[in-house]
């Protein structure tokens, strides 16, 4: 094995980890403020990818689907959680997650009605079509574009949650829910919110993986499995744990890739494995 | 003086740089009941949980009938003989009361029994009986247990404890939340039981205290300022400058 | 769903929910009344994922089987006997089809099964229907349902295997000398093309320079581009299926392999060539059973693209639909040579039977029950020369029908 | 675990019981195999009516775990499916007997039981669903890996038993009839297992842990190895079913062993509802039935299916059999 080839395997995993990062962050964020795992979000990854080729098509411009979607599909949330998952606080845990497992059937089914069961082109824009070489080989500009982008996307959800009221509020809340209430803070507004949030990066996870993979209405059920595996690696509900374990897995599976291709699959479900065997609350998390 | 049945030696806790429990040294003797005041935050709980195996303590140790419980997990106290209600009602809600108690008294002997029917222990019935009688709950034996009035479930919580007929009964709190009449009752129960087991009490109703105890410890920013007779802990200085430093004293 | 199948289909349903709503009662006293009227019909059995990725796939198979039957039918049926099509959702399930196999067996009580569209749909059916003696004609790719282990002499596979759809692809695509890199998926079906693609390369002489195999259902597969870029193969060739095989040759042209390389594929699919796009697919080969454009000049595909056409406001039919309408045929042939059902007559008839349906001259081989068939070679169009929306492949080659791609009778286990 | 939402009143033995339900839990054996002897003359197909014997099974199984225990494990098609592959190639690749194959799938699934269940028992809340579905995904793809024994994607086959010996007469056991009522002898048995188990004292310590695990931990009761113990038996269980679903199919699909199977396990047993005994069968039965029927109807059953069972979460969380029992006692 030569040194450009393993450079460039360590590239192709962070890069692989930006799409991890982005689409793990937003199920940590809902299970750290609301306490709710939502399986339904593997379906709304999907939803967001279709959703920002539908803006596009009419736009005529990968962009617009790019801003529209996640907002969009964020907004779908918003209503998610207030019509379906808000009745279910003070329930057992078990419940939302029950209740957004049998979503994601909906979802998938019904994008299958509307927009078919075979899937449907999703072009590169051209302004981000071809590669660029790296000193080390060739890498497309598009992922780096993805790399760049979710590194943006990161340090706004930083400065948002490090530097702004509402960030301070969800912080404190993930803590202490109660000490929101004395506070005077309508929590419920904070939770649609939250809610939102976490279903957005959901959907600008599944418009940046549009060009990069085949639009399909089954694209979100290995993107769950994914997601929770980083999550549950990083800490359930650690925003910092999600970035880290999101690279990590990304790496892990390239370097697997490159040594042992056919076991770059289960290499994520073993790495957990020995993760929660010697720090059961993940590497970020805290204990129940 | 007999040999103490439950003894504490230089014990300490900590919850990473904050300590809760410092130096605490103390026996208890058989038969007679020991109260554990102090200020909110003096580690009165932090003391209740290390005695009750929920923590492990960080440093010194701890001695029942001469035994280091240092390794003893916590499900296992109650089988040496020590056991404890909670200061926030701890019971089975869903649960009648007879089903509440009955399931603490097969924890002796029956656990991991999956094949014989257990209406056929009928002696774990009559023992769980036997402690809803005690407790005064017979009329309410097949009430769904998160039914009951507050202090029914206080009740019904010691009645559970009791079940293992434990040599040490720590009570925590037991009349937190109660209305004058439902701690009389109380306080007539603890008197009861106290004829009959070693029993540790953590309260802040100062007036029972002085009534039930034969002896009081007093903890302050988790070290023990004081251990004696109630009449000594009234008149120690170092107790009341505690006390009537932060409210208007013996409430 | 078109009309035509729509009716048969609906037709079905109506009377099997109208047996569920009843309930027991109902039922199984009117037992002896369906079982006189069945006498009259045959009835074939038609288990295929219309829930899952390959719907499209399905409904389409669906469309061309009731094609076939409704030609009988129209021609007065088999002896003067109506022919029905029983159709059934597998969801792509083994378990699921072997339940619906058995329930058509058990209730509904068909003459013979037509269907499946994975590899291990059509292996649960194989085993439902070679313990109960039942006919069954399976349409999937597989080279397993040729070996002596799996073989039922009930059983018939219309569909082309890996072996001769490798064999056929190779030779129109490979040059001695050339190097060859394998991206494979790790399970049956890649390993079986994988398989019948290096033979292939010994014959011809070109020369493997690497291979990797990816995990089935993999959707990223950009950590395997630097390696493959690094072998500097002249050819890669890509032995995945549906959507592991769109989202491999995606990434592939992302990372501007195809500037390189040309992208070899075992199989090129008409509806994930239309799902994911003309400009990544350009220039990319691959085989197929069927291909509409074959019509210019074979009078059995014109025929056949006409009915069709007719019947389905002028669509035309895809590969896998034909797998539909050449199963069925075949099989329905068989039972007109054979006059009736009855079960050693039909295997005795589709034995011998030499049928043109669609794509030129096909006969089941005696000992393994493969269809010898001709195999094309297909390369997708850049957008710019598509004539129409459907018009995606340039005919490479129309390998014939010869028993030279397939393995021998004893190669597979079978006593000479 | 102790949610208001999910408290169904059935379970203990002394809760002013209706004659209905008081009826009901006495003969509850009897009563459900009285029920099972007639399930297949009132279903649309015996093959239908096997596949309700076996998740009937398996949720009743998964349910003393998440009804009873108060464990939401979302890897039970773990053992399913080890039980089903164990039989397979125990009969297709050694020659073993029918019947011992049927015991060493359970015992095998059994024992990947008690491994998942050490390693995960450990794990509270959502972490235990979590790592239950990661270590039973990773289960799957060892067995997608391992081809040589599981026949990989292409399923497990060439194992059709198509005679079987019992008390001295053959049976043909490719007639469906046969077939269902020689599993159905299963099905009973082990709804007369766990009907004891759940009238042990061990069913009384798991409702205790459920309840309130610091309670339960304080009155005595090793949490961590009573909820292995629940466990293990749970897993036995569905390991059971799956040795079923392999006799009765004579093919084992890779698709058994991946999470959506858990997932159907889950929804079945909320759709009957949890804890209580007949439920997860009721529910398993309302399940298979409603896929029948809606998937002959349309394609697109799933959005049927997936809405039904929303609205069950939301509005009816004790579920068909749950809610039934309700009214029954007012």
Redesign the interface.
Known sequence: MDTE?IL??LF??V??GAILVITALGLSII?GML?V?NFAHGALFMVGAYAGLWVASLTGSFWWGLLVAPIMIGAFGMIIEFV?VR??YG?????P???T??????L???V??IF??????F??PPQLI??VDLGV????I??LFVIGLVILVLLLLWLGLEKTRFGLIVRAGARDPTIMRVLGVDIGKVWLVVFGLGVGLAALGGVLAGP???V????GS??L?EA??VT?IGG?GSLLGSIVAGLLVGIA??MT??FA??????VM??L??VV??IR??GLFGKL? | MTAPLLAVENVGRRFGGFVALEGVTAAFQPGKVTSIIGPNGAGKSTFFNVLSGVLTPSSGSVRFKGKDLAGVRQHEFVHLGIARSYQITNIFPELSAHENVRVAAQAGRARYNIWTNRKRFSELDDKADAALVAVGLAAKRTETAKFLAHGQQRALEIAIALTSDPQVLLLDEPTAGMGPEETRDMVALLEKLASERTILLVEHKMKMILGLSDRILVLHHGRLIADGSPRDIQTDSEVRRVYLGQNDGYA | MTEGSRNITRQKLSRRSVLAGFGAGASYLAMPWVARAQDEIIRIGFPTPLTGPFAAEARDQVKCAALAVKQFNDKGGINGRKVELLVRDDKLNGGEAATRTLELIEKDKVHAIVGALSSAVQLAVNEVTRARGIIYVSISQSDTINEVKDFSKYTFHEALNPHMTTAAVARHSFKKGNKVAHLVADYAYGHEMLRGFKRAQAQIGAETVGEILHPFGAADYSTFMPRLRSMRPGILCISNFGRDQANSIKQAVDFGMKQQMKIVVPVLLHNQRLAVGPDVYEGVVGGANYYWGLESGNPSAKAFNDAYRDGNRNAIPTDYGAYGYTGVSSLLLAMQAAGGTDTEKVITALEDLKYDVAKGPQQYRKCDHQSVQSVLVLESKKAASMKSEVDLFDIVANEPASTDLLRSCSELGFPA | MSSPALAAPATASERKPSSVTAALAAYRVPLSILALCLLPWLLPSKALAVNVLVYGVVAVGYNLLFGYTGLLSFGHAAFFGAGAYITGIAIGQFGVPWLVAVFLGILGGGALAFIIGGLTTRTRGIYFSMVTLALAQLVYYVALQASSWTGGENGLRGFTVDKINLFGTTINFLDPINKYYVLMMFAALALWAVSRILNSPFGAAIEAIRENERRARTCGYDVEKTKLLAFTLSGLICALAGTMSALHLAFVPLDVLHYHTSGMIVMMTLLGGARSFFGPFVGALAFLLMEDVFSLWTSHWQIIVGSIFILFVLFLPRGLWGTFLEKAVR
């Open positions: 080839l460039m395997q192709s995993g890069a692989l299970f306490g795992v379906l009745p279910l329930r057992s845990i078990d419940d997650l029950l209740l497992f049998g979503l994601g059937y909906v998938v089914e019904a299958r009605i078919g069961s075979d899937g449907i082109p072009p590169t071809g590669v080989g060739f890498f497309p598009y992922r990069m993979r085949s399909n209405p089954e694209m290995l993107v499995a929770f595996v549950v359930l599976i390239s890739a490159l291709p056919e076991m770059a699959t289960i479900f073993a957990m494995a929660l065997l059961p609350q129940a």
